[in-house]
């Protein structure tokens, strides 16, 4: 008994060791994440060879991979008319080219970002690979960078190309010879290039035909670029299994240009028609036009009371513009013409040919008018059964204030109709000063530019006083004689502690032959959007005043022809688009706080200068979802981080200029003085 006891224990024993062994299998240490990107082993044909035939290539990894929107991010140089099959197994990458292959030609596989590991998502980035079919195989590179012109957002598979032939036509009517794609640093590298003279071009190219169409974004290099290849001598340092450090010199081949620099726009080319036209209330008549006309088109009516009168007439209507410029409101205003159901229109407007040059077209437009059926009803209603006429029109009026009144904004209304002005009697505008209503006087009112409904009252107010506006009944009228029911409604303005104020002083400011170019300075929110703008002049700055605590970046750009806005490039003109230039870091406005901040434009480079934040185009070294092992949020944001970086801080000093900079290092802090008041 008692050894069959002890035999029974053991095998208890036994089992729950087994049990506890078979649980630790499930808890492996692990070794450290894997954060290294796929390597090259070989390919066939093998890089750089020469005399080849066979239109495909085989690439092969050290660990398994995986291809990201290949189609779109893979280029082969020079451009394939019909597209290639790409496909990837294990840690092979096959490529056949569909096109027959050319003779004498070096081809070109750019991967750019496509290629990343699969476990991890590590991206393979740069990665190309070519041959030449010829004895020969061409080996000169151009190097640069492609942002948008306007926010300096890094241009994230824009193709770049080249061009030997040096006409303006080419660009809209040959394909590149030598192409690539902009990583997600809106870095490019253009390969296989022979000695020779080029014109450098970045295209967004959405019909994939490889040149530029005009509705296209569109980057130019202002100088035409001669790539050559000289030999370096690199220092690397190595470190020994001791852990001391040792520094090895070898050669290396530079290929320059590399740091050309590329600034894209659109034209914003948009062919003039006529897109529609409706009437969409008995008053109003609308012309919507594919592009703002040059040209006023020409509006006769030419049938009923008012046949051979123009539309135009301000005694047969009011003109409304709306902002986009592409659109025409005309409120009828003569009562023969209201009334009128069926309205023919003559309408003489510009049109684009297909020559892209603008023509005048003449149509006959019909603009009928149907009451809505439930409108009918009602009306035909009222009449049966109402002897008191009909209820009186009223036009409506709003104010744009809110409850809280900015004291550097002036009072704005916007009318439901057209007003010919604003009324001196029956409005009134006072002042809360103790129990009393004290009346406050106000500059004459004016209507907006582009619509009589808007109008602007400007005010000179005191802060921290509680206001209210109050207008009789009619006070307002619109064009058709309609008034407005009486208004009554009060708002407070906030105090000058509120606010804060941010100087900009730029130290930098370019100078001509004539003497400094303007700078306009741009105040932006979070998501870079404009909020202020201020001129940056010399030895005084730009001023920013009643701002609201919050976060801020500033944006400035190189006003070249004095008009206060900036302006696109033009592609006819060879004009580039107009320099734009980043603050590095944010300002954390304060209430009742002053910020006086000194900035050098030209001391970072461009892809420095536009905060993390507000950048849209980020790159992505991972796979969404997976971490890059940075913890960037723990970066002081007052600090910059030194380091090397591409380009120089200017296009004004280089491509304006048309010279090369070189690479440059930039790195050092800036100076912010904050004082309370």
């Not at 080996?139 to 640069?144: A, K």
């Not at 852990?243 to 034209?267: H, Y």
């Not at 008995?282 to 036009?289: A, D, E, I």
Request: net charge negative.
């Amino acid at each position: 008994m008692r050894n069959a006891f002890w035999m029974r224990m053991l095998l208890i024993g036994s089992v729950a060791l087994l049990v506890a062994a078979c649980a630790s299998i499930g808890r492996p240490e692990g070794g450290p994440r894997d954060e290294v990107p796929p390597e090259f082993v070989r390919s066939t044909p093998a890089p750089g060879s020469v005399g080849v035939e066979r239109s495909r290539i085989d690439i092969f990894f050290d660990e398994n991979i995986k291809l990201e929107d290949a189609s779109n991010k893979i280029v082969i140089s020079p451009a394939q008319k019909q597209s290639p099959s790409i496909s990837s197994n294990g840690r092979r990458v096959s490529v056949e080219l569909r096109d027959t292959l050319l003779p004498n030609t070096t081809y070109t596989f750019d991967f750019s970002d496509a290629i990343r590991d699969l476990n991890e998502g590590n991206i393979l980035d740069g990665f190309a690979v070519d041959f030449a079919t010829g004895a020969e195989i061409d080996t000169l590179r151009i190097s640069g960078m492609v942002f948008q012109a306007r926010n300096l957002e890094p241009a994230q598979g824009m193709v770049v190309g080249v061009y030997s032939n040096l006409e303006d036509s080419a660009l809209r009517k040959l394909p590149m010879e030598r192409v690539a794609k902009t990583n997600q640093y809106g870095q490019f590298t253009i390969r296989g290039l022979k000695p020779g003279v080029y014109n450098v071009f970045a295209v967004d190219d959405r019909n994939h035909d490889w040149h530029w169409d005009r509705s296209e974004n569109i980057a130019f290099y202002p100088v035409t670029v001669s790539p050559q290849a000289e030999r370096i001598e690199l220092t690397d340092t190595l470190l020994s299994a001791d852990g001391k450090d040792s520094l090895a010199v070898r050669e290396a081949t530079r290929f320059l240009p590399d740091d050309v620099l590329l600034t894209w726009f659109n034209e914003d080319y948009k062919p003039y028609y006529l897109r529609d036209y409706k009437r969409p209330v008995r008053r109003m008549v609308t012309f919507l036009f594919g592009a703002t006309p040059d040209s006023m088109p020409a509006l006769k009516v030419v049938s009923g009371p008012m046949k051979g009168r123009s539309l135009s007439d301000p005694a047969m209507s009011v003109l409304e513009r709306r902002e986009q410029g592409d659109s025409l409101v005309f409120w009828l205003r003569e009562p023969q013409l209201v009334a009128t159901d069926s309205l023919f229109v003559e309408a003489r407007y510009q049109k684009t040919d297909t020559l892209d040059m603008p023509v005048w077209q003449t149509d006959t437009l019909k603009l009928f008018f149907r009451e809505p059926k439930g409108k009918k009803k009602k009306d035909k209603e009222k009449e049966e059964g109402d002897t008191l006429g009909p209820e009186p029109v009223f036009m409506t009026l709003k104010s744009i204030t809110s409850g809280q009144q900015e004291l550097d904004q002036p009072l704005r209304f916007e009318a439901s109709e057209p007003m010919d002005s604003f009324p001196n009697e029956g409005v009134r505008l006072e002042m809360a000063v103790d129990s009393l209503w004290e009346v406050v006087p106000f500059t004459r009112p004016f209507p907006d530019s582009l619509s009589s409904r808007f109008w602007t009252v400007p005010v000179e107010w005191k802060e921290g006083m509680r206001y209210r506006f109050s207008a009789d009944s009619l006070a307002f009228r619109n064009i058709y004689g309609e008034g407005t029911k009486p208004m009554n409604f009060e708002f407070s303005t906030r105090q000058m502690a509120d606010y804060g104020t941010l100087k900009l002083s730029v130290t930098d400011i370019p100078y001509d032959s004539v003497g400094p170019l303007a700078v306009v300075v741009e105040l932006l929110d979070n998501q870079d959007k404009v909020v202020k703008t201020s001129p940056a002049l010399p030895g005084q700055g730009a001023m920013f005043t009643h701002l609201l605590p919050g976060v801020y970046y500033a944006r400035a750009f190189i006003d070249l022809n004095g008009n206060g806005v900036w302006d696109r490039g033009d592609m006819a003109s060879r004009l580039l688009p107009e320099e734009v230039f980043y603050y590095p870091k944010k300002f954390n406005v304060r209430k009742n706080w002053d910020i006086a901040q000194d900035w050098a434009m030209f001391e970072l480079p461009v892809d420095m200068q536009k905060p993390d934040d507000i950048k849209k185009n980020k790159p992505k070294t991972k796979e969404p979802g997976r971490k890059n092992g940075r913890d960037s949020d723990d970066e002081e944001e007052d600090e910059f981080e030194d380091g090397n970086s591409w380009g120089n801080g200017s296009q004004y000093n280089n491509a304006r200029r048309g010279s090369s900079s070189g690479r440059f290092t930039g790195g050092a802090g800036m100076q912010t003085v904050r004082t309370q008041r």
